[in-house]
């Protein structure tokens, strides 16, 4: 089944070309089924770039999807157009009154700072507050993870010695997670973080799993008992070219980068980089919006309860 995202999104063309079945919103409001309600914060930077990778994985699914994009009112971007954000986000305020299957809030680059000094982090809380009376199952990534578990449980991040930086292997520490059914026993995803949060601290919180981690990269996924609540360490959305544009983006600044480890073949960056994490990405969201949202959420969306 495909997503149904705005016509002239700038995703739409590049997701047909790759061959994901893609709705646009005139077909979609021909067909009279209810399809599943996702809400995306973007708080990237590179707004079309996350926008198009999470629609090319949750376009990859069986279940038709209506996607709704948000950014933040207190922060002006300056790398998405005003022109883009008017034609496809909206804010808080213009979708507070509504409700969703599921909440995919994202990773930002402003983990060095402390949560309260981030010029939209009152309005995040106020956005983190909301979503548990009005999305049936939000998923965090990376920063969004950090602060969901901060907010939520008062889990703080640190700081790390070096960058976090590169592909990881990770293994499932409960291997009967639904989370994670069909995944092999090994799986790689990227991480690009300068902060990281403690498995102690995590384990001290009762209604709080951890599901999967890593040796070098530390712990990966997080989840609630009802995965009302979802909590992701990396990037698995994270295009073949990401990690190469954000460390020539970094040396060429001058900046003092390592090579990405476990990305360049024989870490030679003058070497296409390979692709090791994206049947876990296509997995990872597939099991996500099947069993947390579309399996659970009810047929009246305004009955969410928490």
């Known amino acids: ?18 061959n994901i079945f893609v709705m646009n919103e005139t077909r ?33 699914t069986p279940l038709q999807i209506n996607l709704e994009l948000m950014h933040t009112s207190t922060h002006q971007s300056k790398n998405t157009s005003e022109e883009h954000l008017l034609a496809f986000y909206k804010t808080f305020d213009q979708i507070k009154d509504n409700y969703y299957d599921g909440l995919i809030i994202t990773g930002a680059p402003v983990e060095k700072m402390e949560f309260e000094e981030v010029e939209y982090w009152e309005e995040l809380t106020e956005i983190m507050e909301w979503s548990k009376h009005h999305v049936h199952s939000t998923f ?19 700081e790390l010695a070096e960058k976090m930086f590169g592909v990881f292997p990770h ?18 995803v990227p991480h690009s973080r300068h902060t990281s949060i ?20 530390g712990v990966y996924a997080i989840s609630t008992d009802g995965g009302s609540q979802i909590f992701i360490m990396g990037h698995s959305e994270y295009d073949a070219d990401t990690l190469r544009k954000e460390y020539e983006r ?18 030679d960056d003058t070497k296409e980089p390979l692709v090791t994490w994206r049947a876990h990405a296509n ?4 099991n996500w919006l099947n069993y947390f949202v579309y399996q659970t959420t009810p047929y009246d969306i305004t009955k969410i309860q928490k």
């Not at 293994?171 to 799986?187: H, N, Q």
């Not at 997995?283 to 597939?286: G, Q, T, V």
């Open 198 to 217: 403690a498995r102690e601290d995590v384990e001290k919180v009762p209604e709080l799993k951890i599901l999967a981690s890593s040796e070098e990269a």
């Open 283 to 286: 997995l990872l969201y597939s």
């Open 1 to 18: 089944m495909p997503i149904n995202i705005p016509n002239e999104l700038p995703a739409t063309k590049v997701l047909e070309a790759e």
């Open 28 to 60: 979609a409001t021909t067909q009279d089924i209810r399809p599943l309600e996702i809400l995306i914060l973007n708080l990237m930077p590179t707004k079309i770039d996350t926008e198009t990778q999470l629609s090319r994985l949750l376009g990859n």
């Open 140 to 158: 965090h990534i990376c920063w969004g993870a950090q602060a969901g578990l901060y907010y939520h449980y008062g889990i703080r991040k640190h």
């Open 171 to 188: 293994r499932l520490e409960r291997k009967r997670s639904i989370l994670f059914r069909g995944a092999d026993d090994v799986f790689y």
């Open 250 to 267: 970094d040396k060429n600044a001058g900046l003092e980068i390592k090579i990405p480890k476990n990305y360049f073949p024989g870490d």
